[in-house]
């Protein structure tokens, strides 16, 4: 008798972690990818300690660190005053897990990782270049028709997992609503190889508050390992792209986080040397289902968020996790099928609860415009770096280690 089949929708890193896991649990697994090959745009790239549990489990940790870099302190400044705030240790968690930090590897990493692992694995089945068009289903089976370089392909399977995107096909054939807002600004990325950890002392993860343009900062290893530093603001709210992204307005936004001696707008010796610029348009969304019958949304087809304190990525592996460890229970081991709304019953809140409320607020922090209310915000931070116990609670909340507990109190 054939082991139950896992249909995968979308080869991002949520995708490619739905897969593998599926694999390793037992499932055959086929993964379509509409792109021709892994998306190496700069994306998200922090992995807290609540995520790094469940890559290790599936084997792959050791790979992954080593393309990235650990960070075990992040940073909070007053960017208008240049000076610190507070500084959060992960070592306050070293009993609460076995990584106690955050590593910073680009999304695109792991799944490469992933996928080398998925190629060395029986039942399994990748392909790029295949765009679905439809999906239907009936009691036992679930299915979509395909089109890309392969030509017209049908595929069916017992379960489907819609990891495609905020703009996902798979939630769009359900009929389900993407519920939320999307900010007025958009947020620029930009990445230069200028060190600002040697320049100014900031930590590898680095959040800079002002009232007039905030920065989130860090630092990842690039694909050389030579290091290079990401700088995420808001654009004006009437800013073009051309405007946000020509190199006057570049150098001069990286200026203003820390100023050098040369002129930002040298010829031919910029004083931020930038590799990669980018503009997105940023959303607090939540699917108002997370299941569509035997089909089922995970990562960004099912919540997209801004992203301040790094966690939509992370949501979207817990919720890979979930979701495969569900269809186990019920395709595997013969639990019975209603316990498949458990997932949107524990994902779901857990979303909107741990990353939608704590994203919001995380940019609220940074934005702050009140003298008064801003000076208190720096107030709490400065009395959560000195207390210990207050510390690691603000820690367990922003590592989404307190969510994944918390999941499992949900029947």
Known sequence: ???????????????????????????????????????????????????????????????????????????????????????????????????????????????RIGLAHLARRPDVTVQFNTRVDTLEQDADSVSVHTSGEAGAQRFSADYLIGADGGRSTIRK?????????????????????????????????????????????????????????????????????????????????????????????LSGNPAYPVVHRNIYNVHQRVAAQFRGGRAFLAGDSAHVNNPIGGLGLNCGIHDAVELVDTL?????????????????RRRRPQNIEYVQQQTIANKKRLEERDPVARQARFDELRAIEADPIRQRQFLLRSSLLESARKVHTIA
């Open 328 to 344: 186990h229970q019920v395709g595997l081991q013969g639990a019975d099928p209603a316990l498949l709304d458990r997932y949107e």
């Open 1 to 111: 008798m054939k082991s139950p089949h896992v249909l995968v929708i979308g080869a991002g890193p949520v995708g490619v972690v739905a897969a593998l896991l599926a694999s390793q649990q037992g499932f055959r697994v086929t993964l379509l990818e509409e792109a021709a090959a892994v998306d190496t745009n700069p994306r998200a790239a922090t992995t807290h300690p609540s995520t790094l549990e469940m890559i290790d489990r599936l084997g792959i940790l050791d790979e992954f660190i080593a393309a990235g870099l650990v960070a075990r302190h992040f940073e909070f400044w007053d960017r208008v005053e240049r000076r610190r705030i507070a500084r959060l240790d992960h070592a306050l968690l070293a009993n609460d897990t076995r990584f106690p930090f955050v590593v910073q590897t680009e999304q695109h990493k792991l799944a």
């Open 173 to 265: 054939a359900l009929g389900i609503e993407f519920e939320g807002y999307t900010w007025p600004e958009r947020f620029i990325v930009l990445t230069t190889t200028f060190d600002f950890e040697q320049a100014m002392g900031c930590a590898t993860r680095t959040y800079f508050a002002d009232p007039d343009e905030w920065t989130n900062l860090f630092k990842v290893s690039g694909d050389d390992g030579r290091g290079r530093w990401r700088a995420v603001f808001p654009t004006r709210v009437n800013e073009s792209d051309e405007e946000a992204l020509g190199d006057e307005a570049v150098q001069a936004r990286l200026a203003r986080v820390f100023p050098t001696a040369l002129s930002p707008l």
